[in-house]
């Protein structure tokens, strides 16, 4: 189906086409974000918005978007092909994954199962909530279509989706065949999703309606200005201090560590800056260890614990002291250990280094630092909870470059973004 066919299809049910305008200009990505993968995964051309499918991840619109109707056309190549599209997006990923919470309408050729199919499941995803407008056979926040009406590979199918005070419905090729209600958020990113097959859009357009001006419309966050530090291909970016080469490398959009040797830098050099890290443990510990029970002052209480040994970090600013330690300590990750540790440290800094709680998550599980340092204050946020607050890292660097610990530990980092703080 054309644009122009589009249009007069959308004249018709809306009664005008002048508030419609392209949400895709055809000629480049204007409008467009890229998320979290490489510059290459996407890219406009004769008209299209073309996706090589790889790294899996998400390109979204440039802001938020409340009540709309959202139209376009996708086609698979591959009679496997998936990919979706994302609306009241939050604009990064969740933790550990490379999806955003969304709600996703399925873009999806070649299954047929009981839970979910190729024909338009609309469903909550990665802490969106919706109730699917049919119960599905399992209970899930997920509405299978009423009927098979998606087009095989090399074929154009059309998609309306209507997104209005927290209810979705989706028309594939000219009928509603699936939707939810009671959807939160209820503003938020419109994304792309790439999931490993190449798939092309076209022809999209968008028509906003009024906003509901209610208190139930819940918001996407606003983390929007970050810029992702790993494209989900490849090192670009990032070189490797020592260590035998592959000790880290890019696999399934994350960066994965042997624990062997070598620190992994960023080429970039930082001042001021809110860094987001996801991680987690791989693989076996280096064995029992007894290690320190601290007080609330930084102090070794004498009191030890035996714990599975695993030890890795984040370098702030070029500066191996200035260290988020990531560990299995009883004190737990996010204490900055070069300071605690530093008798020629005020008390009031060694105590500010120790984190108040320990936050992490079970070993094997991904865990999110939120890492703000301005100046020579550094406040930590592991899982939601924070750790360390404007603690004072003093001679810290003014600026340098950021790196992932090798501390003989196996590891994994996703979803490395980073938000460049005004000085002053």
């Given at each position: 189906?054309?644009?122009?066919?589009?249009?007069?299809?959308?004249?018709?049910?809306?009664?005008?086409?002048?508030?419609?305008?392209?949400?895709?200009?055809?000629?480049?990505?204007?409008?467009?974000?890229?998320?979290?993968?490489?510059?290459?995964?996407?890219?406009?051309?004769?008209?299209?918005?073309?996706?090589?499918?790889?790294?899996?991840?998400?390109l979204r619109t440039?802001?938020?978007?409340?009540?709309?109707?959202?139209?376009?056309?996708?086609?698979?190549?591959?009679?496997?092909?998936?990919?979706?599209?994302?609306?009241?997006?939050?604009?990064?990923?969740?933790?550990?994954?490379?999806?955003?919470?969304?709600?996703?309408?399925?873009v999806m050729l070649?299954?047929?199962?009981?839970?979910?199919?190729?024909?338009?499941?609309?469903?909550?995803?990665?802490?969106?909530?919706?109730?699917?407008?049919?119960?599905?056979?399992?209970?899930?926040?997920?509405?299978?279509?009423?009927?098979?009406?998606?087009?095989?590979?090399?074929?154009?199918?059309?998609?309306?989706?209507?997104?209005?005070?927290?209810?979705?419905?989706?028309?594939?090729?000219?009928?509603?065949?699936?939707?939810?209600?009671?959807?939160?958020?209820?503003?938020?990113?419109?994304?792309?999703?790439?999931?490993?097959?190449?798939?092309?859009?076209?022809?999209?357009?968008?028509?906003?309606?009024?906003?509901?001006?209610?208190?139930?419309?819940?918001?996407?966050?606003?983390?929007?200005?970050?810029?992702?530090?790993?494209?989900?291909?490849?090192?670009?970016?990032?070189?490797?201090?020592?260590?035998?080469?592959?000790?880290?490398?890019?696999?399934?959009?994350?960066?994965?560590?042997?624990g062997s040797a070598?620190?992994?830098?960023?080429?970039?050099?930082?001042?001021?800056?809110?860094?987001?890290?996801?991680?987690?443990?791989?693989?076996?510990?280096?064995?029992?260890?007894?290690?320190?029970?601290?007080?609330?002052?930084?102090?070794?209480?004498?009191?030890?614990?035996?714990?599975?040994?695993?030890?890795?970090?984040?370098?702030?600013?070029?500066?191996?002291?200035?260290?988020?330690?990531?560990?299995?300590?009883?004190?737990?990750?996010?204490?900055?250990?070069?300071?605690?540790?530093?008798?020629?440290?005020?008390?009031?800094?060694?105590?500010?280094?120790?984190?108040?709680?320990?936050?992490?998550?079970?070993?094997?599980?991904?865990?999110?630092?939120?890492?703000?340092?301005?100046?020579?204050?550094?406040?930590?946020?592991?899982?939601?909870?924070?750790?360390?607050?404007?603690?004072?890292?003093?001679?810290?660097?003014?600026?340098?470059?950021?790196?992932?610990?090798?501390?003989?530990?196996?590891?994994?980092?996703?979803?490395?973004?980073?938000?460049?703080?005004?000085?002053?």
């Open positions: 189906m054309s644009l122009i066919t589009t249009l007069l299809l959308s004249c018709f049910c809306l009664g005008g086409t002048e508030e419609f305008r392209p949400l895709f200009n055809g000629t480049d990505l204007d409008g467009w974000v890229h998320v979290n993968g490489a510059e290459s995964t996407w890219r406009a051309e004769s008209g299209m918005l073309r996706c090589t499918g790889t790294p899996t991840c998400v440039d802001r938020m978007y409340e009540n709309f109707v959202l139209e376009l056309e996708w086609r698979h190549q591959d009679p496997q092909g998936n990919a979706g599209v994302f609306v009241w997006s939050d604009p990064l990923p969740a933790k550990g994954v490379p999806f955003t919470r969304a709600i996703e309408v399925q070649g299954a047929e199962t009981e839970n979910y199919t190729s024909e338009g499941d609309i469903f909550s995803i990665w802490g969106a909530t919706m109730t699917p407008d049919r119960p599905h056979p399992n209970g899930y926040q997920r509405c299978l279509p009423s009927e098979a009406r998606t087009l095989g590979a090399g074929e154009w199918n059309h998609y309306r989706i209507e997104c209005l005070d927290g209810r979705i419905t989706l028309a594939v090729n000219g009928k509603i065949v699936s939707g939810g209600y009671d959807v939160n958020p209820r503003k938020g990113f419109i994304c792309l999703e790439a999931e490993g097959s190449p798939i092309d859009f076209k022809d999209l357009i968008i028509k906003e309606l009024p906003p509901s001006n209610s208190a139930l419309a819940e918001v996407a966050n606003d983390a929007e200005e970050y810029v992702t530090l790993f494209n989900g291909l490849d090192l670009t970016g990032w070189r490797q201090d020592g260590g035998e080469e592959g000790a880290w490398k890019a696999a399934q959009g994350r960066i994965v560590h042997d070598g620190h992994l830098w960023t080429t970039g050099s930082y001042g001021d800056f809110v860094l987001m890290a996801d991680w987690r443990w791989v693989g076996e510990s280096q064995g029992l260890r007894d290690r320190p029970i601290l007080g609330i002052d930084g102090a070794e209480t004498g009191e030890t614990v035996e714990v599975e040994e695993r030890d890795s970090g984040i370098y702030l600013r070029g500066n191996d002291k200035s260290q988020v330690n990531i560990w299995e300590w009883p004190a737990g990750s996010g204490e900055v250990y070069g300071y605690r540790t530093d008798s020629e440290m005020p008390p009031e800094v060694r105590a500010a280094t120790t984190p108040r709680t320990r936050a992490d998550a079970k070993v094997g599980s991904w865990n999110r630092f939120v890492i703000t340092l301005r100046g020579d204050r550094l406040t930590v946020n592991l899982n939601g909870v924070t750790v360390i607050e404007r603690a004072q890292l003093p001679g810290i660097p003014a600026e340098g470059p950021i790196a992932l610990q090798s501390h003989h530990s196996a590891i994994e980092f996703t979803n490395l973004f980073i938000l460049k703080l005004d000085s002053q």
